[in-house]
């Protein structure tokens, strides 16, 4: 394997040319979660040629070991081709249509039979649009404006959510409260405070903020908010957009054991192919139709049939198993390679959408240089965001990408990336 | 071609039993801008099969001539071979990578060479995407918290604009002010009011409702929004979603006679293919890079070289020269069938984008007689929505519309659909 990676420290010509393309006719040059700054600059490459399996090429020819699977949607491998298959059979039928095809029937079925608070589903294209539109439907249902969002949880880009502060004004969050992940009092007193005006409870099935460690629920936690959710008439809303699918075939709530009113899927759900769902149960169907949601691209049948295939493939081959194991193998490889070189490094979070954490390193300086080292050396490990593998990762894949770890974190202690490191 | 057609009043068998199965899994069956009470229940088939060229079929299997191409994103034909081709080089590549493709930047060069006001370009895949981040950047850029909408335009499906009800409360539309179209001094009036507070100007080309005939900007109208933006430091925004690149390859606006400041763009940006666009003037550009923008299948570099391909096409073969003469056949054709049937008939809006009005029918009743005939006998007509004529549209395929049209007249002045109409 060692020789079919880049050499270290990379150029990155190709990337810095287009870059500099990019930054005369787009405002920062790249913008969203792919913005240099949320990486790491001069060493992430900038633009990306090629994906297959669990590898990736960029625009320079350097070849790389996926870790972020397009940030999550690839949870199959780039490129299955099953799922390709099912895609092309209804591309060629035509991409949008002046009515929904029977695939949107479907895929509707399947959720519905699949998980369990689904009794109905609607579709739509990004994340961002479904957690909107929950929101929108509990304050229907409920009649109430107020919700509850976990603190440093993401829940897309809309104006009550974004990350951003650009643009925001005071009313788009003047009934938006935060609680603490595994505080169920902070939850309680928010809900002793305004209890009679919450139409919604937002959580994520574990803790995944950017910058940070993953956390798990604590026992008790997620039964609770649950519990408070019913006794105060709130409608409980799981984004699931994260690992959806990835943790369990059937929903990751099953994972961590409650059960939400509404749930938002994404990402992993077409294995690539845009296409948002949510899901929810009957009590919430007469609002879900009360709330206008449409697009112009809504009736393709293309990513629905895509999703239809990736959600069989997930439950019939255990796909969450095999990439559970492998994140393990992954975690335990990594956990240990530290070790050798004087480290502790814990794996966060699930181990198929892993965060890194370097004991005593809060600024992330460390995290971020033993990742530099890695990317030069081929294995895509990013430091402020969690990871995903796919089941194109084998064996094989792992330990390859565990032996640049040992590299990478041998050079970093040799001073590569440090304060006397001229790159 | 009549002989191609089905027969009158076509069983909706299939239609109807899948939308019974939807009913159990999505609430209302169907939602959004397909919901039955959208158009025609019992008449519009609920279910398309295949679409082809300017026709597409329903799962009875009847062929309809299409005059609504997906709601405006086919462009060029549904299933455009260059297009496709351009698009299945890059999916090739993968379909969701970790960085942009080079794609990106050769696309934002562009749309930024052919459009005027454009010194730099954003990708997003839905028209709210845009709209929605549209008027974030104008808060951004300004300070201000204010947005002058035009009454009865549609700009998406988010709090601040949704034509729907369900959900919304009253901090969503604070700063929501409501002009009328060709009325200046409506306009100025809301400037003089709140002129120190408004952060921007929402406008459309030309005013195209739903259930209303569409009315171009009268002389002066859109140049006097501009100076008072102008003069109140307001930024004009464009939303060019519904018709951008179908009237004029280099926007809408080159149309009518003004400049935006920042425009948006979707439908038929690339003949299906899902992708949304804003671009604006480098004074905002500062302010576009502070508000944050992104989304799950932001790195699709497909969606991007269709809208390359389709882009090139249109200005290559002059294509909105095309559509506009088709359209004017059409609609020369069905006021021509109206008036030997007593009925006086207007296709309102620009030839390429139709809306059709029946003179004294201001509760759409004959319209949709009308419409429902003409649906029946194999031309997809819609009495509520303005249609769109794709590059597909040929000579021979408008003259079976109007022969279909003018079966439709006589079929409603024998009775079909009135009244004593036993359907």
Redesign the interface.
Known sequence: MATELPPASPSLAQSRA?FA??A?????G?????APAAGLPGV?????????GCR?R??DGHEYL?F???????VLG??HPEV?EAAERE????????????I??EL??L??ERIDCA????F??????VT??A??????ATGR?KVFLLEGAYHG???WC????????E??R??VHRYRWNDLESLEALFREHGDEVAAVFTTPYHHPGFAPSVWPAEGFLPGMQALCERYGAVLVLDD?RVGFRLDARGSHRVVGFEPDLACY??AIA????L?AAVGRDSL????????????????PESMAAALATLRILERDRVPDRIRAMGERLGAGLEAAARRHGRTLRMTGPPSAPYPWLEGDDDLRELQRFCAAAVRRGA?FHPHHNWFLSAAHDEASIDAAVAVAEEAFAACAAGEGGDSDGR
């Open positions: 287009w393309r990019a005369e006719v787009i405002p920062g790249q913008y969203g979660h792919t992430f490459p900038y633009f990306s040629e090629e994906a297959y990736f960029d625009v996926d972020m699977c397009g940030y999550g949607p690839i780039h490129a390709e591309r060629a039928r035509g991409r949008v249509h002046n009515q929904p095809s029977r949107m029937v509707a079925e959720l519905t009794d109905w589903a609607v739509a294209k990004n994340g961002s649009d909107t539109w929101l929108q439907v509990a304050r229907e404006k880009v809309d104006a974004t990350p951003g502060y650009g643009g925001l004004i009313e788009d003047r009934h957009i994404c990402k294995n690539g192919y845009p948002a169907r007469s609002a879900a139709g009360r709330v206008f949601l449409t697009g112009s691209y809504w009736n393709n895509f």
